[in-house]
């Protein structure tokens, strides 16, 4: 089953079950009568306020990225917004709908909804995306590896192959040949990599594997090594499922998968506390930004997420509608090194927009992002495409995390330091990174954003 | 050699129970087969007579059988007998090493009658048999 059937799957399913809890709610024994009207309405007000809530978090996004722990938080986030927000409404129509229906309702979807989320969160995830592998060497080792991993058939994919400069091409491979060690590079900045296994020789391919692997250490991207080099007759390792490959795989940020769980769980937590607070204040600015200038109130702007993959961020739009355009003519006024456009008084930006990005207020809109999944509270802020067509090599890694709201460089000092080394902060708190470190970056951030210090 | 136009597979393989197993499916396709069990038993068969076809264990009690395939392929006589490796190591760095010392194909155990077949078929009447494709084999 693809992914795209699974969460259309999950989306009717869903729908089924909002329907059948409000008929179930509505006609147990002890009720005078099968209130038609109430089952109506329960049933095509839940079914509304699921598929909207459900647009706004992309809740049925094949490629959500989220996690099973977030799937399902988001999810009870999502139920219990629902049955909020039908509580409310149950208000404004007491002739028929008794509290104890919105329980029943309550009683029968909210557990056969979460169970089939976390179904179909497992079934998606068991799945995962395919992995790029890129194999250097085109000896009989790297052409075994590729062998190998296209028999697994599991998500893995070779998609290429780069010969060390000692050895003859030719044509058995199950790869393109896409180039010699030395386009490593090159390759890793057109091709998305999951993973490249350096399939060399380590007495007469060493000099080229270790350029190698400095390198895949400064772009991020895991690797691996032949685990032994040496020719066994017998002996095999003790402990076998340590190279089950036949490959030490290595990686260059450290993976701390129970952290980064949690650290989910609180940026959907406080997302949505923060939402639920600051909504009078996002609704008041919202209609300000409507009906003090033309155009849209917020602003979607392409920006480049975790695992190079782009997203819409929402801001609250703080400049006039041609913005993009006039971008260009004043390209020659940049004030920021490096490939980020800045400038003090930028005469694009509209009286309301000076204000609400003095103290971040435009901001506020990727509270939303961040319970998509798209974005966490702490992060590198997300670049734009073509700041990424401009990274170094060691600046790609960057984009191997959840880009967020705030990050080290936020809280520094703001625009006053220069491109690389705000990238060189960026680099630092992605290699230390510690849910500790989150929290006290977070709290850092309050005084810098209250007092509307440094931003522009 | 041809014993009464059957052709000779020498079989190297040190355990009994999965010797006699290979034997007996290859003896079912009317080869004839030499059974040995170790490297040294191997090479004074193999200093009688040529056999079509080796069918080479890699973990054996003393030499290995890379040393069997490189004595094999370091001599004028053995150097074209294809030599099938059936082990139970596949790691790719022991695939490469086998195709290295020049072995032409590589079974994993556990197999099927099938495949066992298929792979000697191959290395002996397939349209490449004096240099066989190990990649042909192993993508069906």
């Known amino acids: ?456 | 050699m041809e014993i009464d136009g059957k052709r000779t597979i020498l079989l190297v393989e040190d355990h009994p129970p999965e010797r006699d197993a290979i034997r007996r499916i290859l003896v079912s396709k009317d080869f004839n087969v030499e059974a040995t069990a170790d490297y040294h038993g191997a090479i004074a068969w193999l200093a009688k007579s040529i056999p079509h076809l080796v069918c080479l264990d890699l973990t054996l009690p003393r030499e290995s059988g890379f040393e069997l395939c490189e004595y094999m392929r370091g001599d004028q006589r053995l150097r074209v007998v294809p030599i099938l490796v059936i082990s139970d190591r596949s790691s790719p760095e022991d695939m490469a090493h086998a195709e290295n010392v020049g072995a032409n194909a590589f079974l994993k155990k556990p197999f099927t009658r099938e495949k066992l077949l298929k792979y000697v078929i191959t290395l002996l009447d397939g349209p490449h048999a004096s240099r066989p494709s190990v990649r042909r084999l192993r993508r069906t």
């Open chain 1, 1 to 456: 089953m693809t992914r795209q059937t699974a969460q259309n799957l999950n989306l009717l399913s869903d729908c089924a079950i909002l329907v059948g809890a409000s008929a179930i709610a509505c006609s147990l024994p002890g009720q005078p009568h099968w209130h038609w009207m109430v089952f109506l309405g329960m049933s095509a007000g839940s079914m509304l306020l699921w598929t909207l809530g459900g647009r706004l978090l992309r809740h049925y996004d094949v490629w959500n990225g989220r996690g099973i722990a977030g799937d399902v938080a988001l999810t009870a986030l999502l139920l219990s917004s629902v049955l909020i927000a039908m509580g409310v409404l149950r208000w404004f129509v007491p002739a028929y709908a008794a509290g104890s229906h919105l329980a029943r309702f309550a009683l029968l979807a909210v557990p056969a909804i979460l169970w089939l989320r976390l179904m179909t969160s497992w079934l998606v995830h068991r799945e995962q995306p395919v992995q790029p592998v890129l194999i250097m060497g085109i000896g009989p080792l790297g052409r075994h590896t590729g062998l190998g991993i296209h028999e697994q058939q599991d998500h893995r994919r070779v998609i290429g192959y780069l010969g060390f400069s000692d050895e003859p091409s030719h044509d058995r491979l199950p790869a393109e040949l896409m180039g010699s060690a030395n386009d490593l590079e090159s390759v890793l900045k057109k091709e998305v990599v999951g993973e490249v296994f350096i399939a060399g020789n380590g007495d007469s391919q060493r000099a080229e594997m270790q350029d190698a692997i400095r390198v895949l250490e400064r772009f991020g991207i895991p690797f691996a090594l032949p685990a032994c080099g040496f020719r066994f007759g017998r002996a095999r390792p003790e402990h076998e499922s340590v190279i089950a490959d036949g490959y030490i795989h290595y990686v260059s940020v450290r993976h701390k998968p129970v952290q980064l769980a949690i650290k989910r769980l609180i940026d959907i937590a406080a997302s949505a506390t923060a939402l639920f607070f600051l909504s009078p204040i996002m609704i008041a600015v919202a209609l300000t930004v409507k009906l003090s200038s033309r155009g849209p109130t917020l602003f979607k702007q392409v920006r480049v997420g975790r695992h190079a993959r782009p997203f819409n961020m929402l801001k609250f739009r703080s400049m006039v509608v041609n913005a993009e355009e006039l971008k260009a003519k004043l390209i020659a006024r940049n004030e920021q090194s490096g490939p980020v456009f800045k400038m003090t008084r930028d005469p694009r930006i509209t009286p309301v927009g000076r204000f609400i990005r003095k103290y971040s207020i435009d901001e506020l809109p990727q509270l939303i992002n961040v319970l998509r999944g798209e974005m966490s509270l702490v992060g590198p802020r997300p670049p734009v495409p073509s700041e990424v067509s401009k990274y170094e090599a060691w600046q790609r890694r960057r984009l191997s995390v959840r880009p967020g709201l705030t990050c080290v460089w936020q809280v520094s000092g703001r625009n006053e330091i220069s491109f690389d080394e705000w990238m060189y902060l960026d680099m630092q708190y992605i290699d230390h990174w510690s849910l500790a470190q989150d929290l006290q970056l977070i709290l850092k951030t309050v005084p810098v954003v209250l007092s509307g210090r440094g931003a522009s």
